[in-house]
Nanobody, 119 residues
Framework: QVQLQESGPGLVKSSQTLSLTCTVSGGSITTNYYAWSWIRQPPGKGLEWMGVITYDGSTYYSPSLKSRTSISRDTSKNQFNLQLSSVTPEDTAVYYC???????????WGQGTQVTVSS
């Protein structure tokens, strides 16, 4: 059973960089042909896809967030990371990491972590 767990600060100041880590257990992040995503949900809004890192390390980002987003990985720890720079209170959200499996189905999710950006 694959499990994902987000970790990182719950409070970030405006203009700083938000950094989160997703630790994966029960499966390797380098296994063909899975991809590993960050998705967020601001209060009262729907889910927003932020970006993905594939099993071979390729990254793809939402066009609206691309200039501020970086996703990386540490294969030795089976973790992947999110960095979102120059945050504002509009970046306040629950942040999820998730696995994208076959047919682009997101089949495993972390429980989510609340990040609040203070002004």
């Amino acid at each position: 059973q694959v499990q994902l767990q987000e970790s990182g600060p719950g409070l970030v100041k405006s203009s700083q960089t938000l950094s989160l880590t997703c630790t994966v257990s029960g499966g390797s992040i380098t296994t063909n042909y899975y991809a590993w995503s960050w998705i967020r949900q601001p209060p009262g809004k729907g889910l927003e896809w932020m970006g993905v890192i594939t099993y071979d390390g390729s990254t793809y980002y939402s066009p609206s967030l691309k200039s501020r987003t970086s996703i990386s990985r540490d294969t030795s720890k089976n973790q992947f990371n999110l960095q979102l720079s120059s945050v504002t209170p509009e970046d306040t959200a629950v942040y999820y990491c998730a696995r994208r499996g076959s047919y682009y189905v997101y089949d495993y999710w972390g429980q989510g972590t609340q990040v609040t950006v203070s002004s």
